[in-house]
């Protein structure tokens, strides 16, 4: 399929091209000329948008769809499609399936269902057995099969020797260990964030200290051992202030935020939504400003959506039984945008591959077209009508919006919303 994007601005400030609005001749997936007043002597299909610019695709770090075991909450086919059609050309898949990702031919499996879509797939393998806590689960040979790092999907590992291990283990192959942080009995009953909101709603509370605890203990492991950790979705201040103290060490520690702990607060929970029911909980504004801080001063080094569908069955019910979770994708963009600048969105929704050993593509003449189109122009409240997912559990809706993903190209195809 060759292609020329017309008039489109590059945003990427490592780009000589940066700012600068052109034209893209993609032949074969790859990028031929990049310019002004391209002529098409081929035939190509011309893409032209609106106010349209691109950027290196996006990567996901956290996604999970279901597939195999809850096809009913969201598919590998679908969710892949989803991801394109929110302008992210790559996404991490979480093990948390039933069964769980936590061998070679179950890594195998996910990956062969991702074949053939614009969107590439590369999956977690669970970091123990069953993501159980117990017994470490075969990673060499996961890593062997594609997986490009471990980790027990929002499961704290309780047992501070076997991280240990875990993490002198996977230096052999330069592995990545994922380490969710919450300490179970600091959290306890707790089902929202502890502070003012909890108190007033009569909510059980679970409290800063039960993520702060446990990233402390992680970060000393991680200096007695070496290797690499990755400490996903931290959504408090103090943990922005561990991580950033554990870097000027030079710990080898990376972390990402989530979209809705970048955007939105326990305020949220007034309602009793279950669709603001997440893990971690939602904060405080003071906790929220502490991460915006991290991401423009690149403590925290990659922003997720922490994509999670769940069936409704799990999600419209007592506010204490529903499960966490908020489906992200579609909103990621527009919403990112009301909170940040949009040089430092792009540059946090493409920096994650670094840490996850994915190659990056930048937009330059025989290059792979790895490419997001969006526009950062336009205002919108984001409603039932945008969501694409099986699942309809997003925490954002009825929230505003601003700009629009229009879809990616990527492995030889265009996908647009």
């Known amino acids: 399929m060759n292609t020329i994007i017309r008039e489109a601005k590059i945003i990427d400030s490592e780009n000589p091209f940066h700012n600068q609005t052109v034209d893209i001749l993609i032949i074969d997936g790859i990028i031929q000329k990049i310019g002004t007043s391209l002529p098409n002597p081929d035939n190509a299909d011309e893409v032209k948008l609106e106010n349209l610019h691109i950027s290196q695709g996006w990567f996901d770090s956290s996604v999970s769809l279901g597939e195999p075991g809850f096809e009913d909450r969201e598919t590998i086919a679908n969710g892949l499609t989803v991801a394109a059609k929110s302008g992210f050309t790559g996404i991490a898949l979480q093990p948390n399936s039933y069964p769980i990702i936590d061998n070679q031919s179950q890594i195998n499996f996910v990956k062969s269902k991702a074949n053939g879509f614009a969107t590439e797939l590369f999956p977690i393998g669970a970091l123990t057995k069953g993501s159980e806590g117990k017994d470490m689960a075969e990673l060499f040979d996961m890593k062997n099969a594609g997986a490009v790092a471990f980790g ?20 052999d192959f330069d592995g990545l260990v994922i380490a969710f942080a919450q300490d179970a009995n600091i959290k306890g009953n707790g089902i929202a964030n502890e502070g003012i909101v909890s108190t007033r709603l009569g909510m059980k509370g679970i409290p800063n200290l039960a993520e702060e605890l446990q990233i402390a203990r992680n970060l000393f492991l991680l200096e007695y051992t070496g290797g690499k950790l990755h400490i996903p979705t931290v959504s408090t201040a103090k943990s922005v202030e561990l991580i950033r103290e554990a870097k000027a060490k030079g710990l080898k520690v990376s972390c990402s935020a989530s979209v809705h702990h970048l955007v939105l607060t326990d305020e949220k929970l007034e309602n009793f939504d279950t669709r603001c029911k997440v893990s971690p909980p939602l904060r405080t504004e003071t906790d929220r400003q502490a991460l915006l801080a991290g991401i423009l001063d690149n403590t925290i080094d990659m922003i997720t959506t922490d994509h999670n569908p ?108």
């Open 310 to 417: 769940i069936d409704i069955e799990h999600k419209k019910m007592e506010f204490d039984l529903a499960k966490n979770g908020t489906i992200g994708l579609e909103s990621a963009f527009g919403a990112l945008l009301t909170a940040l600048p949009l040089e430092k969105v792009i540059e946090k929704l493409t920096s994650g591959k670094t840490t996850f050993g994915i190659e990056s593509q930048t937009i330059a003449e025989g290059k792979k077209a790895n490419i997001s189109l969006f526009t950062p122009e336009g205002k919108d409240v984001f409603t039932n009508e945008n969501i694409l997912s099986k699942s309809k559990n997003s925490a954002f809706l009825g929230t505003e919006i601003k700009g629009k993903a229009y879809g990616i190209y990527n492995q030889g195809k265009l996908v647009l919303n």
């Open 152 to 171: 027990d999907y929002n499961k704290s590992l309780d047992n501070a020797n076997l991280l240990k291990i875990a993490l002198q283990y996977v230096q």
